[in-house]
């Protein structure tokens, strides 16, 4: 049995929405367990009842946004690929955009965001490796710079036009993308 | 006539190359003046006969680099219109290469990041219109998405593999993003 005392189900829950609230606005490095605590109505006391430090409440934060994120980019359907890759960019944007102050704080303004990037970056190698392998990609396409391509692109379309000038029509914004990418600019 | 004591022609430059040695090693904020003269050999006084304060020595840097990277983007040879883009990307990416620590304090890690970024976007805007109405890109590809990603991609490219993983040969790395550009990754 636990030694800790009974947690009420959602103060641990209003810490780290406190703390999400914290890290994107102030970053990590100037991010407070004082203001955070202040802004959820609790004691520095509580803070250390549920979390070590202000690094493993983040690092719990970001665990879970990478799980998440993860599953997004698992989606599959390979009979129609264009498909299949627009339904995963939607999702992975707006999966960025739904939380948008969640995705600044542990990913964009992150201190680990190379570390972070750089799980990411290997997923979707993975993810591409397999489907020129399918045959859905051409041979001659080079698969890690298509990778940080990609990678690149959807976070500069999330980060810039969902999340900062809040563009809400994000299977446009999708579709828009994955065509230049599918079909090439070339006329 | 200026009041200004005569100047030695390149204590000017030793404290400009000082100055990014400083803003690349600790970016803007953490970057101090006191720094920048020891390493170049000179007095706080002598500083200050060049340069107003540390941001003025940064804009100096910035407005240089700026200037120089918009003269990359203007390559222009329409008659083959692959091999054009091709050599744009070629020289934009050498050019942050040839003086990653250059590029790294004025641009990746600048605290005017976001507004850099946008005078470039719209110099690549303005060219990516030019090209469409000339017939270079479809006319279904969203410019603005384009533009988009191909800075992103370049970013991407630049400062990864290029100024951090030191790759070398950028005319391939080049070549095979301007190919998933130009051709698009479907077989």
């Not at 999966?95 to 990913?107: L, N, T």
């Not at 379309?157 to 563009?167: G, L, Q, S, W």
């Given at each position: 049995m636990s030694s800790k005392p009974k947690q009420r189900p959602d103060t641990r829950e209003l810490l780290l929405k406190a703390a999400i609230k914290e890290f994107s606005e102030k970053g990590f490095e100037k991010a407070r367990i004082s203001d955070i605590v202040a802004s959820a109505g609790y004691s520095q006391r509580t803070f250390y009842i549920y979390f070590e430090s202000k690094d493993a409440i983040f690092k719990e934060l970001l665990t879970e946004w990478e799980k998440r994120l993860a599953n997004k980019f698992?989606?599959?359907?390979?009979?129609?690929?264009?498909?299949?890759?627009?339904?995963?960019?939607?999702?992975?944007?707006?999966?960025?955009?739904?939380?948008?102050?969640?995705?600044?704080?542990?990913?964009?303004?992150?201190?680990?965001?190379?570390e972070t990037r750089q799980h990411i970056f290997e997923h979707l190698m993975g993810i591409l490796i397999k489907e020129q392998s399918h045959g859905f990609l051409r041979t001659s396409v080079a698969v890690e710079i298509l990778a940080e391509s990609i990678l690149s692109g959807i976070e500069g379309?999330?980060?810039?036009?969902?999340?900062?000038?809040?563009?809400t029509d994000i299977p446009k914004l999708a579709e828009q993308m994955v065509d230049i990418y599918i079909y090439g600019v070339g006329i």
């Open positions: 698992d989606i599959e359907d390979e009979k129609d690929y264009k498909q299949n890759i627009l339904n995963r960019w939607i999702q992975i944007i707006e999966f960025m955009a739904q939380d948008p102050e969640y995705s600044k704080a542990v990913y964009f303004k992150s201190p680990y965001f190379e379309i999330a980060y810039r036009h969902v999340i900062n000038k809040k563009e």
